[in-house]
T-cell receptor, first 115, second 110 residues
Framework: EPEVTQTPSHQVTQMGQEVILRCVPI?????FYWYRQILGQKVEFLVS????????KSEIFDDQFSVERPDGSNFTLKIRSTKLEDSAMYFC?????????????FGEGSRLTVL | QQPVQSPQAVILREGEDAVINCSSS?????VHWYRQKHGEAPVFLMI?????EQKGHEKISASFNEKKQQSSLYLTASQLSYSGTYFC???????????FGSGTRLQVQP
């Protein structure tokens, strides 16, 4: 069964360092998303991406964040200068069509710990 | 705007029923329900669309009141495997990507 894969599964970094989280969405999906979840809390929307550009972004997704689809398969989230409060589980998701057409498939997540 | 879920937590015995509610202050195009087990990614359960169409799980049902911007998830004859945190996600006029509620932690005991 096709799945969304994310790397790394866990990354520990020092405050102020740059981090890149990588995702390989399901191959025939057109919409890509990043969500994050601080331990034990709700799943928060960061950004959606379609047709090689950002569709929507939340207030969390400030200038420190960027997304890219550098080739036909990878979808990356970059955090330029990490802060302690960026510590969270970051989930990538993809969908075949837009939100009201079906489910989001989530990857297993990348746990980011900022020290 | 984040949807509001209730209750925050519920404990059931196997075989009992539960209802989880989700409401929004904005008009909605669709409501999704996901279940997340500890340490795992959210998994899709159901989508309810404006106009009444539903797609999802065989043993779990849900309703969507478009006028009240509310949805309810019905878990009947609960099994141990139903334990987890249930999130509703709403697609609304303000934001089309899913916005998730704060979750309802469900624990089913033998």
């Amino acid at each position: 069964e096709p799945e969304v894969t994310q790397t790394p599964s866990h990354q520990v970094t020092q405050m102020g360092q740059e981090v890149i989280l990588r995702c390989v969405p399901i191959s025939n999906h057109l919409y890509f998303y990043w969500y994050r979840q601080i331990l034990g809390q709700k799943v928060e929307f960061l950004v959606s991406f379609y047709n090689n550009e950002i569709s929507e972004k939340s207030e969390i997704f400030d200038d420190q964040f960027s997304v890219e689809r550098p080739d036909g398969s990878n979808f990356t989230l970059k955090i330029r200068s990490t802060k302690l409060e960026d510590s969270a589980m970051y989930f990538c998701a993809s969908s075949r069509g837009f939100t009201n057409t079906g489910e989001l498939f989530f990857g297993e997540g990348s746990r980011l710990t900022v020290l | 705007q984040q949807p509001v879920q209730s209750p925050q937590a519920v404990i059931l015995r196997e075989g009992e029923d539960a209802v989880i509610n989700c409401s929004s202050s904005k008009a909605l195009y669709s409501v999704h329900w996901y279940r997340q087990k500890h340490g795992e990614a959210p998994v899709f359960l159901m989508i309810l669309l404006k106009g009444g169409e539903q797609k999802g799980h065989e043993k779990i049902s849900a309703s969507f009141n478009e006028k009240k911007q509310q949805s309810s998830l019905y878990l009947t004859a609960s099994q141990l495997s139903y334990s987890g945190t249930y999130f509703c996600g709403t697609e609304g006029t303000g934001r089309r990507a899913l916005t998730f509620g704060s979750g309802t932690r469900l624990q089913v005991q033998p």
